[in-house]
């Protein structure tokens, strides 16, 4: 029981370790950017850059848009 306890956790730290600071952001450099390829084949230039911009507009009024349900 001790042993493979021991064995988890020797296995297991350093798999941790690995994913957090190299298989993670090495995924992060590809499917970001193939995840934004994927939106521009699906919506088109001209939605994509619509919503691109959208997206990182500085507005300050955002929200007043949405509609907001008061609960009593």
């Known amino acids: 029981m001790m042993l493979t ?3 988890g956790y020797i296995l297991f730290i350093p798999f941790i370790a690995f994913y ?4 993670g952001p090495a995924l992060k ?10 939106f521009f084949f699906i919506l088109g230039p001209d939605e994509f850059s619509k919503h691109w ?5 500085n507005t300050q009024n955002g929200c007043k ?6 609960v009593n």
């Open 53 to 57: 911009q959208k997206a990182f507009s």
């Open 20 to 23: 957090s600071y190299v298989l």
């Open 5 to 7: 306890r021991l064995i």
């Open 29 to 38: 450099l590809v499917l970001v950017p193939g995840g934004m390829m994927l």
């Open 65 to 70: 848009d949405m509609a907001v349900k008061q």
